[in-house]
């Protein structure tokens, strides 16, 4: 098929570059952009290093039972396997690659609905002997391949190519969300459909009435949504309104902690607000774990943050949060002088981590239900830190070669 190259791209892009390119932040350089998810890696194996304070260094099995050491794993396999797909490989460079990649990506999604396969009762994961594959994960980097390569190379004004666009996007969505399929995990089904959203919205190509069908559409799903929660979804909504309604309560004592657990029945949220708002400056080292109305399950994973507030404090909190920031910041200034294809992967590369960091730290702070969305990079876990890695090399890639169509 011939490539699809619009002046219509062109002109939408210009005007957004034009904008990015008039901050003096000079931090395009791919080499500055790693040291951002090595330095929030290190902060992950410190905090969870700090969580082992009862694990025996003193022999083998200690170390190779250690949370904070499987990380340190997983990162530099991480780098390596997308450096290999990115670098060497470059899938993002052939639309056979793409295609290829979705394929087993979605095969291996499936594989584990149908086998109904669950750790820690949640049935979003593959065994693969001694290691744990989370297929969403590697969902999220196809997807933003996928629509990517239509927007900046087919001619969105065919309701064909429309099709073909919004056709892996849906399916996954599909396929994470719908209960019957499994244990129901709406954020990452929102988070998977983002970047096809946001890059259909500002795509020139796609006519105002597809658009305004569009927006009617999601208001009549997300009016569909709210009245097919489950119990335990519109219980995480509901410990999200009692803290924000809740003006007299602060999370000073046990039994202000204890009160609010009792009356929302969600333990988890309760006990990482009460953390993060209870935190020092420089943090503290002395665990949690001694006292028992601050107890944290998932301390490692979905609450992450709290744990780092605990032991690194609000200097902690706060940095974690500047490295995202200038994170974004960068690839905003890359994004200013790149390609039209380049540029949706950033767009839906960014949407994506950023969909990610709000959601964790949104549930962390009680302003969002729990959704079990890993902080990307922080969170305990190769799968995430997988994607999130592909996704980095993917946006800051700068070598200039063709796009093979065939």
Same mark, same amino acid.
């Given at each position: 098929?011939?490539?699809?190259?619009?002046?219509?791209?062109?002109?939408?892009?210009?005007?957004?570059?034009?904008?990015?390119?008039?901050?003096?932040?000079?931090?395009?350089?791919?080499?500055?952009?790693?040291?951002?998810?090595?330095?929030?890696?290190?902060?992950?194996?410190?905090?969870?290093?700090?969580?082992?304070?009862?694990?025996?260094?003193?022999?083998?099995?200690?170390?190779?039972?250690?949370?904070?050491?499987?990380?340190?794993?997983?990162?530099?396999?991480?780098?390596?396997?997308?450096?290999?797909?990115?670098?060497?490989?470059?899938?993002?460079?052939?639309?056979?690659?793409?295609?290829?990649?979705?394929?087993?990506?979605?095969?291996?999604?499936?594989?584990?609905?149908?086998?109904?396969?669950?750790?820690?009762?949640?049935?979003?994961?593959?065994?693969?002997?001694?290691?744990?594959?989370?297929?969403?994960?590697?969902?999220?980097?196809?997807?933003?391949?996928?629509?990517?390569?239509?927007?900046?190379?087919?001619?969105?004004?065919?309701?064909?190519?429309?099709?073909?666009?919004?056709?892996?996007?849906?399916?996954?969505?599909?396929?994470?969300?719908?209960?019957?399929?499994?244990?129901?995990?709406?954020?990452?089904?929102?988070?998977?459909?983002?970047?096809?959203?946001?890059?259909?919205?500002?795509?020139?190509?796609?006519?105002?009435?597809?658009?305004?069908?569009?927006?009617?559409?999601?208001?009549?799903?997300?009016?569909?949504?709210?009245?097919?929660?489950?119990?335990?979804?519109?219980?995480?909504?509901?410990?999200?309104?009692?803290?924000?309604?809740?003006?007299?309560?602060?999370?000073?004592?046990?039994?202000?902690?204890?009160?609010?657990?009792?009356?929302?029945?969600?333990?988890?949220?309760?006990?990482?607000?009460?953390?993060?708002?209870?935190?020092?400056?420089?943090?503290?080292?002395?665990?949690?774990?001694?006292?028992?109305?601050?107890?944290?399950?998932?301390?490692?994973?979905?609450?992450? =943050? &709290?744990? $780092?507030?605990?032991? @690194? #404090?609000? +200097?902690?909190?706060?940095? *974690?949060? !500047?490295?995202?920031?200038?994170?974004?910041?960068?690839?905003?200034?890359?994004?200013?002088?790149?390609?039209?294809?380049?540029?949706?992967?950033?767009?839906?590369?960014?949407?994506?981590?950023?969909?990610?960091? =709000? &959601?964790? $730290?949104?549930?962390? @702070? #009680?302003? +969002?239900?729990?959704?079990? *969305?890993? !902080?990307?990079?922080?969170?305990?876990?190769?799968?995430?830190?997988?994607?999130?890695?592909?996704?980095?090399?993917?946006?800051?890639?700068?070598?200039?070669?063709?796009?093979?169509?065939?």
């Amino acid at each position: 098929m011939k490539l699809f190259y619009s002046k219509t791209n062109t002109s939408l892009i210009n005007p957004c570059q034009n904008i990015i390119k008039s901050s003096t932040l000079n931090v395009m350089s791919p080499r500055f952009l790693l040291t951002i998810p090595v330095l929030l890696i290190s902060i992950s194996i410190w905090t969870l290093s700090s969580l082992e304070n009862n694990l025996n260094w003193s022999n083998l099995s200690g170390w190779l039972s250690s949370r904070a050491i499987r990380q340190l794993f997983f990162s530099i396999l991480a780098i390596a396997i997308s450096f290999l797909l990115v670098y060497i490989f470059k899938i993002h460079k052939k639309i056979k690659a793409i295609f290829w990649f979705n394929l087993i990506a979605g095969f291996i999604n499936l594989s584990v609905i149908i086998l109904d396969l669950e750790i820690r009762g949640a049935s979003r994961w593959l065994r693969l002997g001694i290691f744990s594959l989370q297929p969403s994960e590697i969902v999220k980097v196809g997807i933003v391949m996928w629509v990517s390569y239509l927007a900046a190379f087919r001619d969105l004004k065919k309701t064909s190519e429309l099709i073909w666009f919004w056709s892996l996007p849906v399916f996954s969505f599909l396929t994470i969300w719908n209960p019957s399929f499994g244990q129901s995990d709406l954020g990452t089904a929102l988070i998977v459909i983002l970047p096809a959203v946001a890059i259909f919205m500002i795509h020139p190509a796609v006519s105002r009435w597809y658009k305004t069908i569009f927006v009617g559409v999601m208001a009549l799903t997300i009016v569909f949504l709210s009245f097919s929660l489950v119990g335990y979804q519109k219980d995480r909504l509901g410990i999200t309104n009692f803290i924000l309604r809740s003006e007299s309560w602060t999370p000073s004592s046990s039994d202000d902690i204890n009160k609010v657990c009792n009356q929302t029945n969600l333990y988890n949220t309760c006990q990482a607000v009460s953390l993060v708002a209870n935190n020092q400056l420089l943090g503290s080292l002395e665990s949690y774990q001694s006292n028992r109305s601050l107890y944290l399950p998932e301390r490692q994973t979905d609450f992450i =943050f &709290a744990s $780092i507030s605990h032991y @690194l #404090g609000i +200097l902690g909190s706060f940095t *974690v949060i !500047l490295l995202f920031a200038v994170l974004f910041i960068a690839l905003a200034r890359i994004s200013a002088s790149s390609s039209p294809y380049q540029f949706y992967l950033i767009v839906g590369g960014s949407l994506t981590l950023l969909a990610q960091v =709000f &959601a964790n $730290i949104g549930m962390n @702070l #009680g302003m +969002l239900p729990v959704v079990g *969305v890993p !902080l990307p990079w922080l969170s305990y876990g190769g799968s995430h830190i997988l994607g999130s890695f592909l996704l980095l090399f993917l946006m800051t890639y700068q070598e200039k070669s063709k796009f093979e169509n065939g």
